[in-house]
Nanobody, 123 residues
Framework: QVQLVESGGGLVQPGGSLTLSCAAS????????AAWFRQAPGKEREGVAC????????FYPERVKGRFTISIDIAKNTVYLQMNSLRPEDTAVYYC????????????????WGQGTQVTVSS
């Protein structure tokens, strides 16, 4: 059984930083890629980063490029999302997802999801 558990969300001021973690069981990130998505109230779920494994290729949409960094710690079987220069519009529930063969930021293509962690950017 695949389980993903996100942590690290919270309240941060504009311009601040947060690092989200996603610990996995039932899959190993040495073979499974991963992605981070977010969903704000009243909006559709949108992708913010994805990473392939084992080569480590990454992709970011323009709205977060240069501010967000996705990474994998294979030893800990954990995916991270480092978020810098946070803006109020980054406020959302953040989800991690994993799949054996998916690449890209279409949420319909990812099979396994965590429960989400709230990120609020506000002064």
């Amino acid at each position: 059984q695949v389980q993903l558990v996100e942590s690290g969300g919270g309240l941060v001021q504009p311009g601040g930083s947060l690092t989200l973690s996603c610990a996995a069981s039932g899959v190993t990130f040495d073979r499974y890629g991963a992605a981070w998505f977010r969903q704000a109230p009243g909006k559709e779920r949108e992708g913010v980063a994805c990473i392939s494994s084992p080569d480590g290729s990454t992709f970011y949409p323009e709205r977060v490029k240069g501010r967000f960094t996705i990474s994998i710690d294979i030893a800990k079987n954990t995916v991270y999302l480092q978020m810098n220069s946070l803006r109020p519009e980054d406020t959302a529930v953040y989800y991690c997802a994993t799949d054996a063969i998916t690449w890209g930021l279409d949420p319909d293509h990812w099979d396994y999801w965590g429960q989400g962690t709230q990120v609020t950017v506000s002064s």
